[in-house]
């Protein structure tokens, strides 16, 4: 899971990142809410971690501006504040749940499960993706590159689809065979790299900023 932590506690910030990356989860951090709705509209994260007091702009407004823009994310609002009234204007501008600081970082990872399960369950309603200049329409199943209508079979969507829901994330060879092919066992064969070679040449081959990387020994990843 991909998950975007937005806190302008510096400390708190960088604890919520370790203790997240040692827990297995890919994570990018702000300090405000502002860049925060713009990496938010570029990247397809599968949660947010918001704090309500911030400069800029506040957890409860970046509600306000995600759901107004039709970004379906589930956010996790982190909250010092011990009102009532302020946990149900953050709810009531679309968030999913709440947690009173200071936490215990196994609540907080209780509450990232439970709404995973919820993701898991739910079709997200994303009519687009975009990470750096590529973007994905999933309705219409085109793909463009800086503008540039990009040609791709059925099966190289489906496999760019996976990156671009989870960029910056390293997932293995076994992660695409069975969440791309729907194949939970070896078949002996190297049809994941012949496909990750087709992609690159359509998608990266043409262009001096490569997007889809080797990392040795583990798997791939989708980064700018």
């Not at 938010?40 to 995600?66: H, V």
């Not at 996976?162 to 729907?182: H, I, Q």
């Not at 049809?191 to 997007?211: A, G, S, W």
């Amino acid at each position: 899971m991909n998950i975007l932590v937005i806190e302008d506690e510096v400390k708190t910030a960088d604890a919520l990142r370790l203790g997240l990356k040692e827990s297995g989860y890919a994570v990018d951090v702000v300090y405000d809410g502002v860049k925060g709705l713009a990496l938010a509209q570029k990247n397809a994260y599968q949660l947010i971690i918001s704090d309500i007091m911030m400069p800029g702009m506040n957890g409860i407004n970046l509600c306000t501006k995600l759901r107004a823009l039709q970004i379906t994310i589930p956010v996790l609002l982190l909250t010092a504040l011990e009102s009532k009234e302020d946990v149900v204007r953050g709810l009531d501008a679309g968030a999913d749940d709440y947690l009173t600081k200071p936490f215990n970082f196994s609540e907080l990872l209780a509450r990232i499960r439970n709404l995973t399960k919820r993701i898991d369950r739910t079709v997200i309603a994303v009519s687009k993706l975009q990470f750096a200049d590529v973007e994905m329409d999933l309705i219409s199943k085109e793909v463009f590159r800086s503008g540039e209508l990009i040609e791709l079979t059925v099966r190289e969507f489906k496999l760019l689809e996976y990156f671009m829901r989870r960029p910056n994330t390293v997932v293995s060879r076994d992660e695409l065979m069975r969440d791309v092919w729907k194949i939970d066992f070896n078949t002996g064969t190297n049809v994941v790299e012949v496909y990750i070679n087709y992609l690159r040449n359509k998608i990266d081959k043409p262009y001096q900023n490569k997007l889809i990387h080797n990392i040795h020994g583990v798997g791939y990843t989708l980064k700018g």
